[in-house]
């Protein structure tokens, strides 16, 4: 399931995350896979694009270089500059939320933001600083450890994120290292004066070296662990980089794009509904361009997509452009007898329900989406107001037990299951930190306990999709085929290649889908499509 948010900042390093389905990113971003989908040379090895180095970093995030003019404390130039550091001020609200509250970047930083009456390059350097702060953690808190002689977790959480902010600017970005430590000195001497000492000799340690000479020291040889050199330079926990090396058959260098790839600030992407508007028509609108493969799908040059005419009318909503192929993935598969009734079985907070629904009116069938919690099944409502759709609060389980769920009534059914979402890290950096390996058993159950009840759902000859933001193998081959099993109905397997847009590259040999933001500039979506006999 999913949720949805809107990007802030005005500009092209401004940057959000959101949750899974409706999939508002952080900033513009660029896709590195060409149109045609042809994979990069021998001699590319997994570089980004022009303006990128090669650890994925900006070419703009390194110490001493050219680039944006900013004032001697590193922040964007401008006239008339204020009392207090604003942008580093918020930036360090939105991390200390992070941390503090287990909040979430997308949700508190539009906040603070306004609060703060940052606009422009203002907030766009606090966002930047936000989630680059936040995405590349691990790498940080490593060079801290051996910088500041103990390990992070020692040090009070006040000047621990700080110093993690400072670090960040350091070494990431083309702030002059002495602004970036004497603005951190400062405004760790604003929270704890008596710490001012400590970070000033922490940050001029870091300053000391740059970022390859840091990882060239701390992280393991390549050699005797690739795992973990590719952990700690591309700064994602060990389990998720092995995680990302089975799902790609073990090859290290394509797993090495994908984290390449998972720093890079994700593009917005506009679903815009069909029946309601072009594609080519919103994009020429608001200066975008028409998605690559979904038909439905623009890309935003940048900015907030919330202030746009096309959302507030009802014409488009954001969402991932992989979230728009899966779910239109299910609504193209050939099916015998009615098809009438379709069923969204858990929809919060209503990306996909949103299309599913524009796509139903379009041939005259109604969708049932059901929420379990009541705040996304108002956000349902709301995103599917003028739809053939219903909305039922309710346990997607409960199939042939709530009169709402009849067994064997529909047609067509999806389950967007409730996963890791370590498909959509590059949208959400703080998530890569708090999943863990032990959330898996209670999340692989409750994937597999909704596709059956989806399985009992669809008639026989219906079909359902399923569908996670998670490329884990546990949450998608192993559930989708334990599920199946265990349902104790006659199923199919149908290959969804042919379900999505003709001429995707990198669909491997089916009969399920797993997209990349590396090879489709999409989150990481996993499909299935089965046929219940």
Same mark, same amino acid.
């Given at each position: 399931m999913s949720d949805v948010t809107g990007q802030v900042?005005?500009?092209?390093?401004? !940057? =959000? @995350?959101?949750? *899974?389905? $409706? %999939? &508002?990113?952080? !900033? =513009? @971003?660029?896709? *590195?896979? $060409? %149109? &045609?989908?042809?994979?990069r040379g021998p001699d590319d090895r997994g570089r980004p694009e022009r303006g990128r180095d090669d650890r994925g970093r900006p070419e703009w995030g390194r110490a001493g270089r050219g680039g944006d003019r900013r004032d001697r404390d590193g922040r964007p130039a401008r006239t008339g500059r204020p009392a207090a550091d604003l942008p580093r001020q918020a930036a360090y609200e939105a991390i200390e939320a992070v941390h503090r509250d287990d909040a979430y970047a997308n949700l508190v930083l539009p906040g603070i933001l306004r609060d703060r009456r940052l606009h422009g390059r203002d907030a766009a350097f606090a966002t930047e600083l936000t989630y680059g702060t936040l995405r590349v953690r691990g790498t940080l808190d490593a060079i801290l450890t051996a910088a500041a002689g103990r390990e992070v977790a020692r040090i009070d959480p006040q000047p621990r994120d700080a110093l993690r902010l400072g670090a960040y600017q350091i070494l990431y970005t083309r702030v002059p290292p002495h602004a970036a430590v004497s603005a951190t000195v400062d405004l760790v001497r604003s929270l704890v004066p008596g710490a001012s000492g400590f970070a000033n000799a922490v940050l001029r340690e870091v300053a000391g070296k740059d970022l390859d000479t840091w990882l060239t020291e701390l992280a393991p040889p390549a050699e005797t662990d690739p795992v973990g050199n590719l952990a700690l330079t591309y700064s994602h926990p060990e389990w998720i980089v092995r995680s990302f090396a089975e799902a790609l058959g073990g090859d290290l260098a394509e797993t090495t794009r994908l984290l390449i790839e998972d720093n890079q600030r994700p593009a917005v992407h506009l679903c815009v509904r069909p029946g309601r508007a072009d594609a080519v028509e919103v994009a020429d609108e608001v200066g975008g361009a028409p998605g690559a493969f979904s038909p439905y799908a623009v890309y935003l040059p940048g900015g907030a997509p919330g202030e746009l005419a096309a959302l507030a009318d009802g014409r488009a909503h954001v969402q991932d452009e992989g979230s728009q192929l899966v779910a239109a993935a299910l609504t193209a598969a050939e099916l015998d007898g009615d098809d009438e009734r379709w069923l969204d079985l858990c929809a919060g907070p209503g990306g996909k329900a949103g299309l599913l629904g524009a796509l139903a009116a379009q041939r005259g069938a109604r969708l049932t989406a059901v929420e379990?919690?009541?705040?996304?099944?108002?956000?349902?409502?709301?995103?599917?107001?003028?739809?053939?759709?219903?909305?039922?609060t309710a346990d997607g389980r409960t199939v042939g037990r709530d009169p709402d769920l009849p067994a064997d009534s529909f047609d067509r059914v999806l389950v967007d299951a409730p996963c890791t979402g370590l498909g959509s890290l590059r949208r959400r950096p703080e998530s890569r930190w708090?999943?863990?390996?032990?959330?898996?058993?209670?999340?692989?159950?409750?994937?597999?306990?909704?596709?059956?009840?989806?399985?009992?759902a669809v008639r026989p000859g219906g079909v359902v999709a399923y569908v996670t933001c998670s490329p884990h193998v546990v949450e998608t081959h192993?559930?989708?085929?334990?599920?199946?099993?265990?349902?104790?109905?006659?199923?199919?397997?149908?290959?969804?290649r042919p379900l999505l847009p003709a001429g995707m590259p990198g669909l491997g040999?089916?009969?399920?889908?797993?997209?990349?933001p590396h090879r489709h500039g999409t989150d990481a979506m996993f499909l299935a499509v089965l046929r219940r006999n």
């Open positions: 900042g005005g500009t092209q390093r401004a !940057g =959000a @995350g959101r949750d *899974r389905d $409706d %999939r &508002a990113p952080g !900033g =513009a @971003g660029h896709r *590195r896979t $060409d %149109r &045609a989908g042809t994979d379990v919690a009541e705040h996304r099944a108002r956000l349902v409502s709301q995103a599917v107001r003028g739809l053939p759709v219903t909305v039922l708090r999943r863990q390996p032990s959330d898996l058993p209670a999340l692989t159950r409750l994937q597999r306990e909704l596709l059956g009840a989806a399985l009992r192993v559930s989708v085929t334990e599920a199946a099993r265990r349902s104790g109905a006659s199923v199919d397997f149908v290959d969804a040999d089916g009969p399920t889908v797993q997209l990349w």
